[in-house]
């Protein structure tokens, strides 16, 4: 059973330290669980991420690059393809923004499939008869229940739940009423993914699924806000990962490095099938073994849309690099009359007229630096950039050809585009030219 939230970072659970959040079901299950803190995307989008899960590849692998930005790849398998051969049957209900693979993903009905619809009803119904009907068959199964918590435009859930005045807000965002509004009506809608955690856990009960059965959440990509959903920083690219099965995975937090692309090839290892060659690395011994092993020495972060930026993660740095920094880095849902983030945005800049620390804040956000060095470990907000420390120079040059290496690995180009994908509706069918390149 894999439960996948939506636009939901690392930090948005009582386990992961947001004091205000209201998630008893997620915590619980991650006492329960190999809990891992540093889980991250290649890409964090919808689209690129739920490809790279359901295929065990990189987005240059299986051509899922972004939302927009989707190339032909032939011979890519999907889950289905791959656990079909070994008894499951492969089944989704909910959000799917995916599309590749040979086999097919069966459609169970019971969760809406469209974050931005204004009916959220879900249903267990589907899942239940889905995995009667596996049992009927003799067919293992594996259910995926792709939630629509929480995308925005957050109008689900009980946002009085959340007073404004006890909302913590992250460290990089300035303190205006609307940022704290739109924080507490996100707040709302992980309350309501912890609900369906629950129910889910609660239907496992009831069918006697618990002792045989591995039970994984995923939170997806961080939240919709500046340096979030669509970046390369922590708040957009990170996640966690808990994954139960009592009596076989073992209970424990770890920060050692993992991605989203190691699901298919761990659920092949515990499936009983062969190593396949893909991009992901199972994590079946990471998650049964006594001793934790470092799983990963770097991940690689790879936007492309709406903006060019790089990243190579290691277990305590962590290097941005921003492909043309001369360009500001503001996309149509910042400013667009209506949108979710339209009103905070207003405040923000209005803010920073007369004020320097938030208008620093802002430049930060608008226009990053082409190299961008932290150290997560201490500052997991990527508030104070190292890269200019002399003490940093042979770190910034070594990470940098590191990051390099892995793109070449991947058949990534080093050399950052002269154009982009159009960025805003508005630009649809369009490609906008970049005037300068960077060194």
């Known amino acids: 059973m894999i439960i996948i939230g939506d636009d939901v970072g690392w930090d948005a659970f009582g386990c992961t330290g947001m004091k205000e959040a209201r998630t008893p079901a997620i915590d619980q299950l991650a006492k329960e669980s190999t809990m891992m803190t540093r889980f991250y995307c290649s890409v964090s989008q919808c689209a690129p991420l739920r490809a790279e899960l359901y295929t065990g590849l990189f987005p240059m692998s299986n051509g899922v690059l972004a939302n927009a930005r989707k190339e032909k790849r032939t011979g890519i398998k999907n889950i289905a393809d791959h656990l079909n051969p070994l008894g499951y049957k492969v089944g989704l209900s909910g959000k799917k923004h995916f599309g590749l693979g040979t086999a097919k993903i069966d459609v169970i009905p019971g969760f ?9 009803v879900h249903s267990f119904d589907g899942v239940e008869n889905y995995i009667l009907q596996a049992k009927k068959e003799e067919n293992s199964f594996c259910v995926i229940i792709g939630a629509t918590h929480a995308h925005h435009p ?11 005045d006890q909302i913590q807000l992250r460290p990089h965002y300035i303190d205006t009423p609307a940022a704290r509004q739109a924080m507490a009506k996100h707040a709302a ?21 618990e002792k045989d059965t591995i039970l994984i959440f995923l939170s997806e990509q961080g939240i919709a806000m500046p340096r979030g959903k669509w970046s390369p920083y922590e708040h957009g690219s990170r996640a966690i990962c808990l994954a139960q099965w009592k009596g076989e995975i073992l209970p424990r937090k770890t920060d050692t490095l993992a991605m989203y692309c190691d699901i298919v090839p761990t659920l092949i290892d515990f499936a009983g099938g062969k190593n396949p060659d893909l991009d992901g690395k199972s994590l079946k011994k990471l998650w049964t073994s006594e001793k934790v092993k470092n799983h990963r020495n770097e991940v690689l972060i790879s936007n492309v849309h709406p903006f060019w930026q790089k990243a190579i993660v290691t277990d305590t740095y962590k ?9 500001e880095h503001i996309w149509g849902n910042f400013k667009s009359k209506g949108k979710f983030f339209a009103k905070p945005w207003a405040e923000w800049t209005e803010k ?4 320097q620390r938030v208008a620093r804040k802002v430049d930060h956000i608008l226009q990053p630096k082409a190299f961008e060095l932290y150290d997560i470990v201490n500052d997991p907000y990527e508030i104070k950039d190292l890269s200019n420390l ?24 080093t050399i950052p585009p002269l154009e982009t994908a159009p960025n805003t509706k508005k630009d649809k069918g369009k490609r906008r030219k970049i005037q300068k390149t960077s060194k």
Do not use: Y
């Open 112 to 120: 809406p499939s469209n974050a931005n619809g204004s009916n959220q």
């Open 154 to 164: 957050w109008d689900h859930g009980k946002e009085s739940n959340f007073p404004t």
């Open 189 to 209: 809608e992980v309350e309501v993914l912890d609900q369906q955690v629950h129910e889910t856990r609660e239907l496992m009960k009831k069918m006697d699924l």
């Open 319 to 327: 290097l941005i690099w921003t492909g043309h920094p001369e360009r």
């Open 352 to 355: 920073a007229q007369d004020n």
């Open 390 to 413: 002399p003490e940093n120079k042979e770190r910034v040059v070594n990470l940098q050809a590191r990051l390099n290496q892995l793109m070449t690995d991947c058949g990534e180009s």
